[in-house]
T-cell receptor, first 112, second 112 residues
């Protein structure tokens, strides 16, 4: 069995400040983990993925995430938020031969 | 052209009507999925198919059926639409075990 919990439904930051979106997962096997972004009225775009290689994963648009097995976490960070980062973000887990399981999403709000 | 194409993009239908949502892909992937997105609930899996002869129920398959007409085509049907099936529907494809999913642009379905 697998599950994923996004700890915040909404996160508000000011432009230029750091972003932290938190994700914890549960998995019976070594997981693959993904972060997707969804801009308003758009489909889902892959930001980054972890598949058992380096634990610090760099993605597009300056985002990165660190896989911490001991904490079962895969938090998404960015040093400096931009207005264009305002969107909904989904943490996703896949373990073994199972399908993808999505978190409920975190809405990132960026103010000027 | 998009790699994963969903038709229609928007649809309003009446309660009790049968409706089909279509998905086609040009990525050559063997695995195809249908998800439903509701605000605050993330994406939930309706049905998935690992090849033309393999169809599997997801966590919320009741009230839905699917057809995998070819490797590139995967359709979702609502046999008798009801208002709580109003949602944003996404088709996705994957190829392999540790790979990410690629999503269509979504179909916004409203049942009145």
């Amino acid at each position: 069995a697998q599950s994923v919990t996004q700890l915040d439904s909404h996160v508000s930051v000011s432009e230029g400040t750091p972003v932290l979106l938190r994700c914890n997962y549960s998995s019976s096997y070594s997981p693959s983990l993904f972060w997707y972004v969804q801009h308003p009225n758009k489909g889902l775009q892959l930001l980054l993925k972890y598949t058992s290689a380096a634990t610090l994963v760099k993605g597009i648009n300056g985002f990165e995430a660190e896989f911490k097995k001991s904490e079962t976490s895969f938090h998404l960070t960015k040093p400096s938020a931009h207005m264009s980062d305002a969107a909904e973000y989904f943490c996703v887990v896949r373990a073994g031969y199972s399908t993808l399981t999505f978190g409920k999403g975190t809405m990132l709000l960026v103010s000027p | 052209d998009a790699d994963v194409t969903q038709t229609p993009r928007n649809r309003i239908t009446k309660t009790g009507k049968r409706i089909m949502l279509e998905c086609s892909q040009t990525k050559g992937h063997d695995r195809m999925y249908w998800y439903r997105q509701d605000p605050g609930l993330g994406l939930r899996l309706i049905y998935y198919s690992f090849d033309v002869k393999d169809i599997n129920k997801g966590e919320i398959s009741d009230g839905y059926s699917v057809s995998r007409q070819a490797q590139a085509k995967f359709s979702l049907s609502l046999e008798s639409a009801i208002p709580n099936q109003t949602a944003l529907y996404f088709c996705a494809t994957r190829n392999g075990v540790n790979t990410e999913a690629f999503f269509g642009q979504g179909t916004r379905l409203t049942v009145v």
